[in-house]
């Protein structure tokens, strides 16, 4: 760690290797100048740790951590030059949203009125000129949210690290400044790192997504790509998709526990993955006439409301599967948890790509 001072990558270039009690976590993490990169994750998968260590809340046990070519493993958070936005937003109650602002720059020696003459302008920014003197108990969630990215944009960052910026809003609120925050990352030209439960902020304000389970990559893309190729089954049903693991020969898949054969529309051969959407799977009482191909007899595990559809969760063998109905095909195929009916995917509605 450390052995040279300088290199010639720039933005970030990170191996992240950190121990706590029984966890660890190794990441490799790369981002561009004005590149936005978020992590996500289930529960427990380290993402709040690489963040930490980002900022250096908590020590690298090993590997590496530069910003534009300069070594950060040994600086102390304050001397990192690094921007942060925490969920809780961490502002000074006792500052005004100016005081709060220029805090920043004046902690890495700027003079109080240049310090405030900046913190005026990136108020203006964000939008809330009129409440420089506001304190922040004053201030709704979202002008809270708004002075603290000013706050972290006032140092100048290389590096942006934004920890869950919009968990703390209300749906509507979240809404807007979800895409207030998609402009100012627009307009940023460090590199940035977010963390978020919320797929749908990472589709929409991220470059790339890197997807960690317990504490290791598994899968990075941008959005689009993971979301047509998820690579595993946390991906898979974060994005909403039916996907498997199994092998292709000859316009086929035999799934990988064998027990059913699908017909595709793709030539792979080998090892495969096979995804499609919820939305294409048919549901029938009897066995449907004509025999469609992809067809196989299926036990309602739990049938889940989801805003004005109906998420009906399927059990294997031979394919545990999610489908997706309407409240009126529910009653119509009278499905209850328990009931045994017949499941379809045409051969056009599957997805097959390389394992
Ligand atoms: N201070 C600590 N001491 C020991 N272990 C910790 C500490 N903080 C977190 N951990 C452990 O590190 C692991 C990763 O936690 P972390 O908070 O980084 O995950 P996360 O992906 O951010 O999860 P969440 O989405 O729940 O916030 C967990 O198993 C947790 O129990």
């Given at each position: ?90 502002l000074f109650?006792?500052l005004?949203?100016l005081e709060n602002v220029a805090f920043g720059p004046r902690s890495q ?6 310090a405030?003459?900046?913190a ?31 706050r972290?944009?006032a140092v ?200």
């Amino acid at each position: 760690m450390g052995e040279h001072h300088m290199s010639g990558v720039t933005g970030l270039d990170a191996r992240l290797v950190v121990r706590r009690g029984a966890f660890d976590l190794d990441l490799e993490l790369r981002a561009e100048p004005g590149e936005v990169v978020a992590l996500l994750g289930p529960n427990g998968a380290g993402k709040s740790t690489a963040l930490r260590a980002l900022a250096g809340l908590v020590p690298l046990h090993d590997g590496h951590l530069r910003v534009d070519g300069t070594d950060l493993s040994r600086l102390p958070p304050e001397r990192r030059g690094i921007g942060m936005v925490f969920q809780d937003y961490l502002l000074f109650p006792h500052l005004s949203a100016l005081e709060n602002v220029a805090f920043g720059p004046r902690s890495q020696g700027t003079r109080k009125r240049e310090a405030r003459r900046r913190a005026a302008e990136w108020l203006a920014h964000v939008g809330l000129a009129d409440h420089a003197d506001a304190r922040p108990r004053a201030l709704s969630g979202g002008q809270a949210q708004r002075v603290a990215l000013a706050r972290a944009l006032a140092v100048r960052p290389r590096l942006l690290l934004l920890d869950e910026p919009l968990a703390a809003l209300d749906a509507h609120t979240r809404l807007e400044i979800r895409a207030a925050l998609r402009r100012h990352l627009a307009g940023f030209d460090g590199a940035a790192v977010l963390v978020t439960h919320d797929p749908l902020d990472a589709m929409v304000l991220a470059d790339r997504l890197v997807v960690l389970e317990s504490g290791r990559l598994v899968q990075e893309g941008p959005p689009a790509e993971v979301a047509r190729r998820p690579r595993t089954d946390y991906v898979a049903r974060l994005v909403g998709l039916n996907l498997y693991r199994g092998h292709a020969a000859a316009g086929t898949v035999l799934i990988d526990d064998g027990a059913i054969k699908l017909d595709t529309v793709d030539r792979l051969e080998g090892q495969v993955f096979l995804a499609f959407a919820p939305s294409s799977v048919a549901l029938y009482r009897s066995r449907p006439d004509g025999s469609p191909r992809n067809l196989w007899q299926a036990r309602v595990e739990a049938i889940e409301r989801q805003g004005d559809r109906v998420r009906v969760r399927l059990e294997g063998p031979p394919l545990a599967a999610a489908a997706d109905v309407t409240p009126g095909a529910v009653a119509e195929l009278g499905l209850v948890e328990g009931s045994v009916i017949w499941a379809a995917v045409k051969a056009t509605e599957t997805h097959v790509y390389p394992a």
